[in-house]
Protein backbone atom coordinates (compact mmCIF):
# COMPACT_ATOMS: atom_id res chain seq x y z
CA UNK A 1 0.00 0.00 0.00
CA UNK A 2 1.22 3.50 -1.10
CA UNK A 3 1.54 6.11 1.94
CA UNK A 4 -1.61 7.52 2.81
CA UNK A 5 -1.81 11.10 3.86
CA UNK A 6 -3.46 11.64 6.79
CA UNK A 7 -4.91 15.86 6.63
CA UNK A 8 -8.07 16.63 6.96
CA UNK A 9 -11.02 16.19 9.67
CA UNK A 10 -14.70 14.93 9.45
CA UNK A 11 -17.34 16.95 10.43
CA UNK A 12 -18.02 16.84 14.36
CA UNK A 13 -15.31 13.73 14.96
CA UNK A 14 -11.91 13.33 14.82
CA UNK A 15 -9.05 14.00 12.64
CA UNK A 16 -7.84 11.42 10.23
CA UNK A 17 -4.57 10.85 11.60
CA UNK A 18 -6.08 10.69 14.86
CA UNK A 19 -8.48 7.79 13.43
CA UNK A 20 -5.49 6.32 12.16
CA UNK A 21 -3.24 6.32 15.16
CA UNK A 22 -6.20 5.00 17.21
CA UNK A 23 -6.95 2.25 14.54
CA UNK A 24 -3.13 1.01 14.79
CA UNK A 25 -3.22 0.82 18.71
CA UNK A 26 -6.06 -1.47 18.97
CA UNK A 27 -5.09 -3.80 16.20
CA UNK A 28 -1.36 -3.95 17.35
CA UNK A 29 -2.97 -4.57 20.47
CA UNK A 30 -4.33 -7.71 18.51
CA UNK A 31 -1.45 -8.24 16.57
CA UNK A 32 1.25 -8.90 18.83
CA UNK A 33 -0.05 -11.48 20.78
CA UNK A 34 -0.78 -13.17 17.76
CA UNK A 35 2.88 -12.74 15.67
CA UNK A 36 4.15 -13.95 18.76
CA UNK A 37 2.37 -17.53 18.53
CA UNK A 38 4.39 -17.49 15.15
CA UNK A 39 7.77 -19.95 14.84
CA UNK A 40 10.78 -17.58 15.81
CA UNK A 41 11.50 -17.69 11.94
CA UNK A 42 8.46 -16.93 10.70
CA UNK A 43 8.57 -14.12 13.43
CA UNK A 44 11.68 -12.42 12.96
CA UNK A 45 10.33 -11.59 8.88
CA UNK A 46 7.01 -10.67 10.09
CA UNK A 47 8.35 -8.45 12.97
CA UNK A 48 10.67 -6.60 10.57
CA UNK A 49 8.05 -6.50 7.89
CA UNK A 50 5.43 -4.49 10.05
CA UNK A 51 8.70 -2.62 11.07
CA UNK A 52 8.51 -3.35 14.74
CA UNK A 53 11.92 -4.55 14.29
CA UNK A 54 15.12 -4.53 12.17
CA UNK A 55 16.97 -7.19 10.28
CA UNK A 56 18.74 -8.27 13.84
CA UNK A 57 15.57 -7.97 16.03
CA UNK A 58 16.38 -4.70 17.81
CA UNK A 59 13.65 -2.56 18.38
CA UNK A 60 12.79 -0.20 15.36
CA UNK A 61 10.56 3.15 14.78
CA UNK A 62 10.79 2.41 11.26
CA UNK A 63 6.84 1.85 11.41
CA UNK A 64 4.56 -0.15 9.83
CA UNK A 65 1.51 0.66 7.79
CA UNK A 66 -1.42 3.22 8.37
CA UNK A 67 -4.12 0.63 9.77
CA UNK A 68 -6.11 1.83 7.07
CA UNK A 69 -8.08 -1.32 6.22
CA UNK A 70 -8.47 -1.99 9.96
CA UNK A 71 -9.93 1.36 10.54
CA UNK A 72 -12.15 0.17 8.21
CA UNK A 73 -13.73 -2.62 9.93
CA UNK A 74 -13.55 -1.00 13.36
CA UNK A 75 -15.50 2.30 12.17
CA UNK A 76 -17.87 0.31 10.34
CA UNK A 77 -18.81 -2.00 13.39
CA UNK A 78 -19.74 1.79 14.65
CA UNK A 79 -21.54 2.37 11.59
CA UNK A 80 -23.53 -0.71 11.96
CA UNK A 81 -24.64 0.25 15.49
CA UNK A 82 -22.28 -1.78 17.53
CA UNK A 83 -18.72 -0.80 19.53
CA UNK A 84 -15.14 -0.99 17.84
CA UNK A 85 -13.73 -3.70 20.26
CA UNK A 86 -16.21 -5.96 18.58
CA UNK A 87 -13.99 -6.10 15.00
CA UNK A 88 -11.10 -6.52 16.42
CA UNK A 89 -10.48 -9.25 15.51
CA UNK A 90 -12.06 -9.31 11.68
CA UNK A 91 -9.51 -6.00 11.57
CA UNK A 92 -6.29 -7.74 12.45
CA UNK A 93 -7.23 -10.85 10.17
CA UNK A 94 -7.98 -8.16 7.09
CA UNK A 95 -4.35 -6.55 7.90
CA UNK A 96 -2.54 -10.00 7.85
CA UNK A 97 -4.05 -10.83 5.00
CA UNK A 98 -2.89 -7.79 3.36
CA UNK A 99 0.53 -7.80 5.01
CA UNK A 100 0.51 -11.18 3.45
CA UNK A 101 -0.22 -9.91 0.10
CA UNK A 102 2.17 -7.25 0.31
CA UNK A 103 5.19 -9.72 1.36
CA UNK A 104 4.38 -12.27 -2.31
CA UNK A 105 3.69 -8.86 -3.94
CA UNK A 106 7.07 -7.30 -3.36
CA UNK A 107 8.74 -10.65 -4.64
CA UNK A 108 6.64 -10.93 -7.73
CA UNK A 109 7.53 -7.74 -8.59
CA UNK A 110 11.04 -7.50 -7.48
CA UNK A 111 10.22 -4.72 -5.32
CA UNK A 112 13.73 -4.30 -3.04
CA UNK A 113 12.16 -1.16 -1.43
CA UNK A 114 8.60 -0.47 0.90
CA UNK A 115 8.00 1.84 3.38
CA UNK A 116 11.28 3.29 3.11
CA UNK A 117 13.41 0.42 3.50
CA UNK A 118 14.53 -2.55 2.02
CA UNK A 119 11.92 -4.83 1.39
CA UNK A 120 11.83 -8.48 3.42
CA UNK A 121 12.73 -10.94 0.49
CA UNK A 122 16.08 -8.29 0.20
CA UNK A 123 16.93 -8.68 3.76
CA UNK A 124 16.06 -12.04 4.63
CA UNK A 125 15.96 -14.05 1.02
CA UNK A 126 12.88 -15.15 -1.75
CA UNK A 127 11.86 -18.41 -0.15
CA UNK A 128 11.63 -16.95 3.71
CA UNK A 129 9.68 -14.12 2.56
CA UNK A 130 7.73 -15.85 0.84
CA UNK A 131 7.11 -18.75 3.69
CA UNK A 132 6.63 -15.94 6.53
CA UNK A 133 3.34 -14.68 3.72
CA UNK A 134 2.31 -17.94 4.18
CA UNK A 135 2.85 -17.89 7.44
CA UNK A 136 0.69 -14.49 8.19
CA UNK A 137 -2.41 -15.38 6.15
CA UNK A 138 -2.59 -18.88 8.37
CA UNK A 139 -2.61 -16.91 11.11
CA UNK A 140 -5.38 -14.41 9.42
CA UNK A 141 -7.79 -17.36 9.49
CA UNK A 142 -7.02 -18.44 13.40
CA UNK A 143 -7.41 -14.84 14.91
CA UNK A 144 -10.44 -14.81 12.82
CA UNK A 145 -12.43 -17.62 14.04
CA UNK A 146 -10.44 -17.63 17.44
CA UNK A 147 -13.63 -16.08 19.59
CA UNK A 148 -16.05 -19.06 18.57
CA UNK A 149 -19.87 -17.26 18.30
CA UNK A 150 -22.73 -18.09 15.76
CA UNK A 151 -21.12 -15.64 13.08
CA UNK A 152 -17.89 -17.08 12.85
CA UNK A 153 -18.58 -19.45 10.11
CA UNK A 154 -20.69 -15.98 8.01
CA UNK A 155 -17.33 -14.28 8.81
CA UNK A 156 -14.94 -17.20 7.02
CA UNK A 157 -16.70 -17.41 4.49
CA UNK A 158 -16.55 -13.98 4.07
CA UNK A 159 -12.79 -13.70 4.08
CA UNK A 160 -12.05 -16.74 2.49
CA UNK A 161 -14.02 -15.40 -0.32
CA UNK A 162 -12.23 -12.21 -0.27
CA UNK A 163 -8.54 -13.51 -0.18
CA UNK A 164 -9.40 -15.98 -3.24
CA UNK A 165 -10.78 -12.89 -4.99
CA UNK A 166 -7.63 -11.18 -4.27
CA UNK A 167 -5.35 -14.44 -5.27
CA UNK A 168 -7.40 -14.20 -8.65
CA UNK A 169 -6.66 -10.43 -9.07
CA UNK A 170 -3.28 -10.71 -8.26
CA UNK A 171 -2.66 -13.86 -10.71
CA UNK A 172 -4.05 -11.44 -13.52
CA UNK A 173 -1.71 -8.57 -12.51
CA UNK A 174 0.87 -10.83 -13.25
CA UNK A 175 -0.63 -12.26 -16.34
CA UNK A 176 -1.47 -9.14 -17.82
CA UNK A 177 2.43 -8.31 -18.08
CA UNK A 178 3.46 -10.99 -20.35
CA UNK A 179 0.54 -9.72 -22.58
CA UNK A 180 -0.51 -7.31 -25.18
CA UNK A 181 -3.97 -7.18 -25.49
CA UNK A 182 -5.20 -6.45 -22.29
CA UNK A 183 -8.75 -3.77 -22.04
CA UNK A 184 -9.56 -1.43 -19.58
CA UNK A 185 -12.27 -3.41 -18.40
CA UNK A 186 -10.07 -6.43 -17.39
CA UNK A 187 -7.83 -4.00 -16.28
CA UNK A 188 -10.35 -3.10 -13.50
CA UNK A 189 -11.66 -6.65 -12.71
CA UNK A 190 -8.44 -7.24 -11.87
CA UNK A 191 -8.05 -4.36 -9.35
CA UNK A 192 -11.79 -5.25 -8.50
CA UNK A 193 -9.93 -8.84 -7.16
CA UNK A 194 -6.46 -7.06 -6.21
CA UNK A 195 -7.82 -4.26 -3.91
CA UNK A 196 -11.36 -4.21 -3.98
CA UNK A 197 -11.77 -7.52 -2.36
CA UNK A 198 -10.16 -6.60 0.83
CA UNK A 199 -11.40 -3.44 1.54
CA UNK A 200 -15.00 -4.85 0.91
CA UNK A 201 -14.55 -7.64 3.39
CA UNK A 202 -12.60 -5.77 5.76
CA UNK A 203 -15.83 -3.36 5.90
CA UNK A 204 -18.29 -6.26 5.77
CA UNK A 205 -17.11 -7.80 8.33
CA UNK A 206 -16.74 -4.86 10.45
CA UNK A 207 -20.70 -4.64 10.02
CA UNK A 208 -21.13 -8.22 10.68
CA UNK A 209 -19.35 -8.42 14.00
CA UNK A 210 -20.68 -4.58 14.68
CA UNK A 211 -24.35 -6.57 14.65
CA UNK A 212 -25.49 -5.01 11.47
CA UNK A 213 -28.48 -5.96 9.67
CA UNK A 214 -27.68 -7.70 6.32
CA UNK A 215 -28.99 -4.46 4.34
CA UNK A 216 -25.97 -2.75 6.28
CA UNK A 217 -23.46 -5.48 6.16
CA UNK A 218 -24.04 -5.29 2.04
CA UNK A 219 -24.23 -2.02 1.84
CA UNK A 220 -20.99 -1.52 3.54
CA UNK A 221 -19.24 -3.91 1.93
CA UNK A 222 -19.97 -2.50 -1.52
CA UNK A 223 -18.84 0.87 0.02
CA UNK A 224 -15.28 -0.70 0.48
CA UNK A 225 -14.92 -2.65 -2.58
CA UNK A 226 -15.86 0.51 -4.77
CA UNK A 227 -13.53 2.68 -2.58
CA UNK A 228 -10.64 -0.55 -2.47
CA UNK A 229 -11.04 0.14 -6.93
CA UNK A 230 -11.21 3.71 -6.25
CA UNK A 231 -7.60 3.42 -4.27
CA UNK A 232 -6.08 0.91 -6.71
CA UNK A 233 -6.51 3.71 -9.39
CA UNK A 234 -4.97 6.60 -7.23
CA UNK A 235 -2.32 3.65 -6.42
CA UNK A 236 -1.80 3.13 -10.64
CA UNK A 237 -1.46 6.99 -10.67
CA UNK A 238 1.17 7.27 -7.68
CA UNK A 239 2.89 4.48 -9.27
CA UNK A 240 3.67 6.68 -12.26
CA UNK A 241 3.94 9.97 -11.43
CA UNK A 242 4.14 9.71 -7.41
CA UNK A 243 6.74 10.98 -5.49
CA UNK A 244 9.20 8.82 -3.88
CA UNK A 245 9.50 10.69 -0.34
CA UNK A 246 6.08 9.85 -0.26
CA UNK A 247 5.50 6.97 -1.63
CA UNK A 248 8.24 5.22 -0.64
CA UNK A 249 9.25 3.59 -4.02
CA UNK A 250 11.48 4.75 -7.30
CA UNK A 251 9.94 7.33 -9.36
CA UNK A 252 8.49 5.50 -12.51
CA UNK A 253 8.17 2.53 -10.62
CA UNK A 254 5.43 0.35 -12.57
CA UNK A 255 6.64 1.94 -15.97
CA UNK A 256 10.16 0.18 -15.13
CA UNK A 257 8.29 -3.18 -14.44
CA UNK A 258 6.24 -2.56 -17.34
CA UNK A 259 2.93 -3.01 -15.46
CA UNK A 260 -0.03 -3.38 -17.36
CA UNK A 261 -1.60 -0.70 -14.70
CA UNK A 262 -4.78 0.84 -15.28
CA UNK A 263 -3.37 4.49 -16.52
CA UNK A 264 -0.72 2.87 -19.01
CA UNK A 265 -3.84 -0.10 -20.27
CA UNK A 266 -5.96 2.97 -20.95
CA UNK A 267 -3.21 4.81 -23.08
CA UNK A 268 -2.49 1.79 -24.57
CA UNK A 269 -5.65 1.43 -25.82
CA UNK A 270 -6.59 5.11 -27.05
CA UNK A 271 -5.80 4.81 -30.44
CA UNK A 272 -3.77 8.03 -30.37
CA UNK A 273 -0.69 8.43 -31.85
CA UNK A 274 0.54 9.30 -28.25
CA UNK A 275 -0.94 5.00 -27.29
CA UNK A 276 0.66 4.06 -30.93
CA UNK A 277 4.62 5.52 -29.54
CA UNK A 278 3.55 4.22 -26.01
CA UNK A 279 3.25 0.71 -26.98
CA UNK A 280 6.61 0.90 -29.15
CA UNK A 281 8.40 1.46 -25.69
CA UNK A 282 6.44 -0.77 -23.54
CA UNK A 283 6.50 -3.62 -25.80
CA UNK A 284 11.00 -3.38 -26.19
CA UNK A 285 12.67 -6.33 -24.49
CA UNK A 286 15.20 -4.01 -23.66
CA UNK A 287 15.20 -2.31 -20.26
CA UNK A 288 14.46 1.46 -20.12
CA UNK A 289 16.47 4.28 -19.76
CA UNK A 290 15.21 6.86 -17.12
CA UNK A 291 14.47 9.22 -20.15
CA UNK A 292 13.00 6.66 -21.84
CA UNK A 293 10.76 6.19 -18.55
CA UNK A 294 10.20 9.75 -18.49
CA UNK A 295 9.37 10.09 -21.92
CA UNK A 296 6.55 6.87 -21.51
CA UNK A 297 5.08 8.70 -18.53
CA UNK A 298 4.50 11.65 -20.78
CA UNK A 299 3.01 9.60 -22.87
CA UNK A 300 0.48 7.50 -20.96
CA UNK A 301 -0.81 11.46 -20.16
CA UNK A 302 -0.66 12.65 -23.66
CA UNK A 303 -2.89 9.44 -23.95
CA UNK A 304 -5.26 10.26 -21.79
CA UNK A 305 -4.34 7.58 -19.53
CA UNK A 306 -3.88 10.02 -16.72
CA UNK A 307 -7.41 11.49 -17.49
CA UNK A 308 -9.27 8.77 -17.52
CA UNK A 309 -8.03 7.11 -14.36
CA UNK A 310 -9.08 9.84 -12.46
CA UNK A 311 -12.24 10.21 -14.10
CA UNK A 312 -12.70 6.34 -13.39
CA UNK A 313 -11.87 7.01 -9.48
CA UNK A 314 -13.66 10.02 -8.90
CA UNK A 315 -17.12 7.89 -10.07
CA UNK A 316 -16.25 5.11 -8.03
CA UNK A 317 -15.68 7.52 -5.04
CA UNK A 318 -19.24 9.02 -5.85
CA UNK A 319 -20.85 5.24 -5.79
CA UNK A 320 -19.03 4.24 -2.46
CA UNK A 321 -20.79 7.12 -0.78
CA UNK A 322 -23.91 6.42 -2.06
CA UNK A 323 -23.49 3.32 -0.43
CA UNK A 324 -22.61 4.80 2.70
CA UNK A 325 -25.25 6.80 2.94
CA UNK A 326 -27.51 3.97 2.12
CA UNK A 327 -26.12 1.56 5.04
CA UNK A 328 -28.16 4.85 7.20
CA UNK A 329 -25.27 4.58 9.65
CA UNK A 330 -24.50 7.17 12.53
CA UNK A 331 -23.38 10.68 11.96
CA UNK A 332 -20.01 10.39 13.34
CA UNK A 333 -18.71 6.88 12.09
CA UNK A 334 -20.07 7.65 8.46
CA UNK A 335 -18.31 11.40 8.87
CA UNK A 336 -15.03 9.56 9.73
CA UNK A 337 -15.23 6.73 6.49
CA UNK A 338 -16.26 9.29 4.42
CA UNK A 339 -13.24 10.91 5.68
CA UNK A 340 -11.05 8.29 5.12
CA UNK A 341 -12.39 7.58 1.86
CA UNK A 342 -11.55 10.94 0.02
CA UNK A 343 -8.17 11.32 1.66
CA UNK A 344 -7.30 8.23 0.22
CA UNK A 345 -8.29 8.73 -3.35
CA UNK A 346 -6.83 12.38 -3.58
CA UNK A 347 -3.35 11.44 -2.57
CA UNK A 348 -0.71 13.24 -4.42
CA UNK A 349 -0.74 12.55 -7.96
Not at 151 to 163: D, K, Q, W
Amino acid sequence: MTTVETTGTARDGRSASEVLVWSRSLVEATLRPAADTLPASMRRIAGYHFGWWDERGEPSEAGGGKAFRPALALLSAEAAGGGAASALRPAAAVELAHDFSLLHDDVMDGDRTRRHRPTAWAVFGISPAILAGDALLTLAFDVLASGGGPITAEATRIFSAAVQELLDGQNADVAFEGRRDVGPAECLAMAAGKTGALLGCACALGALFGGGDPGQVEHLGAFGRDLGLAFQLVDDLLGIWGDPEVTGKPVHSDLRSRKKSIPVVAALTSGTPAGGELAGLYHRPEELSGSELARAADLVEAAGGRDWTRLEADELLARALRHLDAAGAPARPAAELAMLARLVTRRDH
